[in-house]
């Protein structure tokens, strides 16, 4: 079945310096989903990418979704100690079946 | 926004015994709502798709007759953990979509005892 890997699992930076989390799926996906988890708290939704190629900004991050469709990256320019928590990439191989999550990177930012 | 509220967000309960937990979509209606288990430290791993008015598809290992889904509405599904164990405690998030992406309930921490 479909895969999605996340790397790094761990990442502890100091504040102001820049983060990114990438994204690999076994299969060619329809789209791709970036989800935040803060600690103890529920995934909430951040974007969601569906063009090849595609960019798109969010004030301090910037997603990307790789040419064949098959991964991604989140990278957070100065990060400061609210981007705490775990990033998730998600996608659907194909626009009905349900989400596959990767295993989500875990930022911690020292102040 | 759309907005999914999960009930109750935290429970305890002693071996044997079984709980329910609801999932309501509030202001959309939702054909599909899918039920993750999510272990400390992991990521969420989806359980089911439930339904609306027919039966959930369980994921490869997830046992239908412990895991009992019901969707009875648009706006709620009920996911009922028969018989507890307590290696069944973990994390519950229920989701739905109103079309767009998925939406998550706050999550439902159950400790079996």
């Known amino acids: 079945g479909q895969q999605v890997m996340q790397i790094p699992q761990y990442q502890h930076v100091q504040e102001g310096e820049d983060f990114t989390t990438y994204c690999n799926s076994s299969?060619?996906?329809?789209?791709i989903q970036w989800y935040k988890q803060r600690p103890g708290g529920h995934p909430v939704f951040l974007i969601q990418?569906?063009?090849?190629?595609e960019v798109k900004k969010q004030k301090r991050l910037t997603f990307q979704f790789g040419e064949a469709k098959k991964n991604s990256s989140l990278h957070i320019t100065a990060t400061q100690t609210t981007d705490v928590g775990t990033y998730f990439c998600?996608?659907?191989?194909?626009?009905?079946?349900?989400?596959?999550f990767g295993k989500g990177t875990r930022l911690s930012v020292i102040a | 926004g759309a907005v999914v509220s999960q009930h109750p967000s935290w429970v305890i309960c002693k071996s044997g015994t079984s709980v329910k937990i609801e999932c309501r979509s509030l202001?959309?209606?939702?054909?599909?709502m899918f039920w993750y288990r999510q272990f400390p430290k992991q990521s969420l791993m989806l359980m089911a798709t439930s339904n609306e008015g027919s039966k959930a598809t369980y994921e490869q290992g997830v046992e239908k007759d412990k895991f009992l889904i019901n969707h009875a509405s648009l706006t709620l599904s009920t996911l009922t953990v028969t018989s507890a164990h307590p290696e069944d405690s973990s994390f519950y998030i229920c989701?739905?979509?109103?079309?767009?992406?998925?939406?998550f309930g706050n999550g439902t921490r159950l400790t079996v005892t």
């Open positions: 299969t060619t996906l329809s789209n």
């Open positions: 998600a996608g659907p191989p194909s626009g009905n079946t349900p989400l596959v």
């Open positions: 202001d959309f209606q939702a054909t599909t």
């Open positions: 990418l569906v063009k090849s190629g």
């Open positions: 989701s739905a979509s109103g079309g767009g992406p998925l939406h």
